[in-house]
């Protein structure tokens, strides 16, 4: 089991590591939509990844490429948190009805 974990960890590293360099550069919906209308404001807050970019690192292609590294461990964690939370509230409801 512990070998399907690495294989498939491995996988969507290789995958976030290379599919992020194909993401677009043009703005998205809501971006696109606020400058049509001329609503552009300063954003409250900065965003980590903002446009998939990692900040700091010179190289355009490595910069993307390790945001969505950066971006599907981010998800792992959370995932694995939310796992952990709920087999923790699993366990509880077990051992109080047994």
Known sequence: MKRLYLALTLIVLGTAGILSLLASEAP???ESTLEAYRLQQQPLLQAPLADYQLPGE???LLRRSLAGLAGALLVAGLVMLVAFFLARGRGR???SNG
């Open 93 to 95: 409801r077990a051992s």
């Open 28 to 30: 998205d919906g809501l």
């Open 58 to 60: 010179e190289r355009p």
